[in-house]
């Protein structure tokens, strides 16, 4: 091709044809440009297909991390060891523990529900796309800025969430810590030998006793963390299927 192009040129040059030489060369840089136009513009659209291609991946990545929050979430708020379980306890306890506790109410505290309420569950919500997105710069590239917003916000809100749940199970725990040499030694003496525990631990029947006001500060605080907990629960729930349909929706478009 460039052989056939330079012998049109040494042609008009040795024809002393000096026009038609500068409009057959204007031609050829005109075609020229339009090559290179074509080939930028092929190159541009190579390049957004394969950003497409990516894009789509880690959408369906991160909207795979979102039905594992889900599912972490709803984990959280519906088995024995559940926020909601302990919530629903914690309300009987705390009626039991302001009327004055009865000899009848200790097998109902002790041998079916009480361990569960002992138990902190972390939230352990997953990260790991969100932070390949932002780690690879992805993130601002991945679709429009309203979805980049909406998963900022997302894992803002995760963050945040599990902050308040770590920072109440501090909390929980340092009511639970002086529990120890009061509830929790009466429990275990109670399932070897209720009527010894009972005769050691007069205090049980005695709500002014510290050990009594004590583990009823405990479970009123267990209850309010389990309270606050089950509504996050349920606003990450909310929250991760509302970006889901975004998602969705940008992978349509």
Known sequence: MFKFFRKIRLDLMSQNKTSKYFKYAIGEIIL???GILIALA???????????????????????????????????DSTNISFKSRLKFT?????????????NDLDYMIV?????????????LNTSVFEELKNTGSLYSI???????????????????????????ENVTKFQDKCYKGWFDFNYMYLKNPENALKQHQWVFNSRSQNYIEFRQFVNYTRTHS??????????????????KMIAQEQKS
């Open 32 to 34: 020229v440009v339009i």
């Open 42 to 76: 092929i190159s541009n659209w190579n390049s957004q297909r394969l950003n497409k291609n990516r894009n789509t991946l880690l959408l369906t990545k991160l909207s795979k991390e979102l039905d594992l929050n889900i599912d972490r979430a709803y984990l959280l």
């Open 91 to 103: 309300d009987s306890l705390v009626k039991i523990l302001d009327r004055g506790i009865e000899l």
């Open 112 to 124: 079916s529900h009480i361990m569960p309420i002992f138990f902190v569950n972390t939230f352990n």
């Open 143 to 169: 679709g429009s800025d309203s979805l980049v917003t909406e998963i900022q916000r997302y894992y803002q809100l995760c963050d945040r969430e599990s902050f308040y749940n770590l920072n109440y199970s």
């Open 227 to 244: 309270y606050l907990m089950v509504s996050k629960l349920k606003g990450i729930i909310r929250a991760s299927e509302e970006l889901k």
